[in-house]
Structure formats: structure tokens, C-alpha cells
């Protein structure tokens, strides 16, 4: 930042930085909320993962739906869980 802007300048460079900041956090959201999978979580804390990761793409304007959310449940689960995938 220059020593002598405006607030005017100031404000706007801010805006531009928190609105980059949250479109590259939605793109690592997303591609976090892609690549979970259960592994060792227990059931519960594998949907709170998912759930918070979806709340956290809300918070930065990039909602999912509630049908993408259950593809990602589903995909994420391992061999143990076909008979609720099939």
C-alpha cells in the first residue's frame, strides 16, 4: 500500500485482497470436500467433516447442494459400505 491513499484506495485494495482470498479458499474447499473419503473416520465424524465443509463453502459464497453433498457422502465411502452404495 502507498503512505498516502485515500481510504477510499485503501478500502478498495482490501476488498479486492478478502475477494480473491475467498475464491481461492472456496477452489481449496472444493477440492478438500472432492478428495475426502471415510478411511478411518467413524462414520459420524466423516458426515461432520462434509457437513463443515459444506457450511464453509456457504460462508465463502459458494453453496453446495444438498444432492451434491450426498454424491460426495456416497463416493467417499469405502468397499464396507456397498450395500448402501448399490
Partial sequence: LKSKCTSRELWITI?????DNKETRA?????ELRSLTI?????H??????K????LLANV???????TLVT????????KFDNIIN
Fill in 61 to 67: 459464497n459458494s453453496p453446495i447442494t444438498e444432492r
Fill in 72 to 79: 460426495h457422502l456416497l463416493n467417499g465411502l469405502n468397499s
Fill in 27 to 31: 477452489i481449496q474447499l472444493e477440492n
Fill in 52 to 55: 463443515t465443509l459444506s457450511d
Fill in 45 to 50: 465424524d466423516y458426515c461432520q467433516k462434509l
Fill in 39 to 43: 478411511g478411518d473416520l467413524s462414520v
Fill in 15 to 19: 476488498e479486492n485482497l478478502f475477494r
